[in-house]
């Protein structure tokens, strides 16, 4: 692999142990990295420590300026837009979310949100691909319009929402295929 990147073997050996510490790889002794594998019931635990995350970050975020607000509103527009590419759209989600998340000052939290959504993306991947787009960019519009109004309550109710229907968007599309299990993994 450090050939075919062109880098030595110390910055690549350390990535994979990041990697690894993380929860996105798994190393075996003697047989090398592997992606890991997340089970239903480990994304519900992360859906779970995100709510809290997520509600304490909206907690103390600061009202956005205009300028984030439209800032705001051009990432989810352009999220609309990302009709064929699943990637782009993902990313696209991401942003808008972490924009939200960054108005608050509790960066641990913004850090340990990020973490967990990096070990959630395969799951956020089957809600982005087989959710109904428009109605993503609908609950994105209804958290934009709580945090420029300025209502707390308001804006900590459409997140959590949001969040619980991201989580069951992905549960149905996953226990709908033949085969699965609640404890199914998925890499």
Same mark, same amino acid.
């Given at each position: 692999?450090?050939?075919?990147?062109?880098?030595?073997?110390?910055?690549?050996?350390?990535?994979? !142990?990041?990697?690894?510490?993380?929860?996105?790889?798994?190393?075996?002794?003697?047989?090398?990295?592997?992606?890991?594998?997340?089970?239903?019931?480990?994304?519900?635990?992360?859906?779970?420590?995100?709510?809290?995350?997520? *509600?304490?970050?909206?907690? *103390?975020?600061?009202?956005?300026?205009?300028?984030?607000?439209?800032?705001?509103r051009e990432l989810n527009a352009r999220l609309s837009a990302?009709?064929?590419?699943?990637?782009?759209?993902?990313?696209?989600?991401?942003?808008?979310?972490?924009?939200?998340? !960054?108005?608050?000052?509790?960066?641990?939290?913004?850090?340990?949100?990020? !973490?967990?959504?990096?070990?959630?993306?395969?799951?956020?991947?089957?809600?982005?691909?087989?959710?109904?787009?428009?109605?993503?960019? *609908?609950?994105?519009?209804?958290?934009?319009?709580?945090?420029?109004?300025?209502?707390?309550?308001? *804006?900590?109710?459409?997140?959590?929402?949001?969040r619980r229907d991201t989580l069951a968007s992905a549960l149905a599309t996953l226990t709908a295929r033949p085969g699965?299990?609640?404890?199914?993994?998925?890499?």
């Open positions: 692999m450090a050939a075919v990147l062109g880098v030595s073997r110390v910055p690549l050996r350390e990535a994979l !142990r990041v990697l690894a510490s993380e929860g996105l790889l798994t190393h075996r002794l003697n047989q090398g990295y592997f992606v890991a594998e997340l089970s239903i019931d480990e994304f519900r635990q992360i859906v779970a420590l995100l709510e809290y995350l997520e *509600t304490e970050l909206i907690r *103390t975020a600061r009202w956005p300026s205009p300028e984030e607000v439209d800032h705001l990302a009709t064929s590419d699943l990637s782009s759209a993902s990313e696209l989600n991401r942003e808008f979310h972490f924009a939200v998340f !960054r108005l608050s000052p509790k960066k641990v939290f913004v850090s340990e949100a990020e !973490r967990y959504w990096n070990l959630a993306e395969p799951f956020r991947m089957v809600h982005v691909a087989t959710a109904d787009r428009e109605e993503i960019v *609908t609950q994105h519009e209804d958290l934009v319009d709580a945090l420029a109004a300025q209502d707390r309550v308001l *804006t900590i109710r459409v997140m959590n929402d949001h699965s299990h609640s404890d199914r993994a998925v890499s």
